[in-house]
């Protein structure tokens, strides 16, 4: 009997691609070979106010989670009352669907840090690059006393590749 008259054949292989293909979207293993660096220029006051660097308001140093994660974070506030969040010496792994956010969960020092979605968090957007120094415009109105805690985090697995606990400068 040939190929052509075995219809389960066609149809356990036609499932089989869809799952490969389902899987290949979802965990996207290629990016565990990619690097993306972003070199941004620290926030300075410009315009009206005294030029200079941001004042650090909070700062604090990445812990690794789900990924190998280091590097430092800083809330620097301007005298406009802007606030950005620094990301500097970054270094972790590519992924998917990676945001920064600002939690007010505490940093677990083990695990893979999946309470950090429990309570309230602020998405400060996509992971601009998993290497180097980068910035990220903190909403007006954010009440950064009630943030305790930065994270890299992975929408689509919800998990924290890294974080970082915020002490108040």
């Known amino acids: 009997m040939t190929l052509t008259k075995r219809p389960v054949f066609w149809i356990v292989a036609a499932v089989v691609v869809v799952a490969l293909g389902a899987g290949l979207y979802a965990f996207q293993p290629w990016r565990a070979f990619t690097t993306?660096?972003?070199?941004?220029a620290a926030?300075?006051?410009t315009g009206r106010q005294?030029?200079?660097?941001a004042k650090p308001y909070a700062t604090g140093?990445?812990?690794s989670h789900e990924h190998e994660t280091s590097g430092t974070v800083q809330v620097q506030k301007l005298a406009d009352g802007t606030a950005t969040l620094r990301l500097e010496n970054l270094?972790?792994?590519d992924g998917p669907a990676l945001h920064v956010w600002l939690t007010d969960?505490?940093?677990?020092?083990?695990?893979f840090g999946t309470n950090l979605d429990d309570g309230e968090h602020v998405d400060l957007g996509d992971l601009k690059g998993n290497e180097g120094n980068q910035n990220y415009t903190i909403?007006?109105?954010?009440?950064l006393d009630k943030y305790t805690a930065v994270t890299?985090?992975?929408e689509r697995f919800s998990v924290s590749f890294g974080a970082a606990e915020l002490k108040r400068a």
């Not at 993306?36 to 941004?40: A, P, T």
């Not at 969960?105 to 695990?111: D, E, K």
């Open 50 to 53: 005294v030029p200079g660097p």
């Open 91 to 93: 270094r972790t792994s």
């Open 43 to 45: 926030p300075a006051a």
């Open 152 to 154: 890299i985090w992975c």
């Open 61 to 63: 140093s990445f812990i």
């Open 36 to 40: 993306s660096r972003v070199d941004e």
């Open 105 to 111: 969960q505490p940093v677990p020092a083990t695990g």
């Open 139 to 143: 909403p007006a109105g954010t009440d």
